[in-house]
């Protein structure tokens, strides 16, 4: 008897990232494609539906052989109405049922999930904080997004939509944020606020070493750049790194002191930067927690990656079709 299939398919506001993974959550194959986000919600939703017809296809299998669809979403999540409210990075995604919608397409049940939820049980069940109860899961990327693990379950709230800790305001005069508030963390944290402040840098005239690495990459710089420009002692980048650590350090404290997390597992592009920025936020921790708080915390950097969000949701798919059969 053939094994049972479950896809999962992570939603963000740059990549559709699909896996295809048998009953014991072995991934069997992967597609990848860069999401449409200026075609609309439905040509989006038919991306997602071909990006799991495209993993059954390379495993040789069909819609047939699919047992459920995990997806998860970047965006504010209505876990008691099943609807998608709005997504800051993709556009038109306002009230939408995605689980309906693609499940109608694929003839399949389907289970959705905020995507920092997803990625943190990911990392509780299988990565970085394997075997751990309270583990609070920050992303650092295009966005910032946070998930709470609390004893062993993912803490929602009363709708679906706790441990948005990239909109926690921490300058209120900043930058306009896609949510519509001003001085998001994820507008003065995230890899999209560190570049942007290289690039005004830039166009502001300041002697940077970061001239001649935009140079060499079509005329604008990236996160690592940046990172790689601070760690070489160049002053400019090392005052945008500083800001970007200062803030989010103060985000980090706040959820500690709040939620009295074992670990703290920090993901997405810009936990790339290592001891960069792994040491400084250990040290504001150590600093400025509360002492009970602060001695009972790892801060570890996450381990699955790009998986991370699809092993949530494999997990996810897995535990409720248990529920199903008690």
Avoid at 109 to 117: G, I, P, Y
Avoid at 134 to 163: C, E, K, N, P
Avoid at 230 to 253: P, R, W
Wanted: net charge negative.
């Amino acid at each position: 008897m053939q094994d049972k299939l479950y896809a999962a398919v992570d939603l963000g506001g740059t990549k559709i990232y699909a896996v295809l993974a048998d009953n014991r959550g072995r991934i069997l194959s992967s597609v990848r494609y860069e999401t449409l986000v200026h075609e609309g919600p439905e040509a989006i939703l038919e991306q997602m539906a071909n990006s799991v017809r495209d993993v059954l296809a390379q495993t040789g299998a069909g819609l047939s052989h699919l047992s459920a669809v995990g997806v998860c979403l970047a965006g504010f999540f209505d876990w008691q109405k099943r609807l998608l409210i709005h997504s800051p990075n993709i556009p038109g995604f306002d009230q939408f049922g995605v689980e309906e919608r693609l499940s109608k397409k694929l003839g399949v049940s389907v289970l959705a999930e905020n995507d920092a939820n997803a990625a943190a049980i990911g990392e509780a069940r299988c990565g970085a904080a394997s075997g751990s109860q309270d583990v609070l899961y920050i992303t650092v990327s295009t966005g910032i997004g946070a998930g709470l693990v609390l004893d062993g379950q993912i803490y929602r709230g009363s709708r679906g939509f706790a441990g948005e800790a990239g909109h926690m305001v921490v300058k209120p005069d900043g930058f306009l944020c896609g949510c519509g508030r001003h001085g998001c963390l994820e507008t003065v944290a995230s890899g999209t606020a560190i570049t942007r402040a290289a690039n005004l840098a830039l166009q502001s005239g300041k002697t940077t070493i970061l001239r001649d690495m935009a140079r060499q990459q079509g005329g604008s710089v990236n996160t690592a750049s940046v990172f790689r420009a601070a760690h070489d002692g160049d002053e400019t980048a090392q005052e945008i790194v500083s800001e970007a650590i200062y803030y989010l350090g103060i985000a980090l404290v706040n959820l500690v002191n709040m939620l009295n997390p074992e670990i703290v597992v920090i993901g997405g592009g810009v936990s790339e930067a290592g001891e960069q920025l792994f040491a400084p936020l250990e040290k504001t921790i150590e600093n400025s927690a509360i002492p009970p708080a602060a001695a009972s915390v790892t801060l570890k950097k996450a381990t699955l990656g790009v998986e991370a969000g699809v092993t949530g949701m494999l997990c996810l798919l897995k535990e409720a079709e248990i529920r199903k059969e008690r």
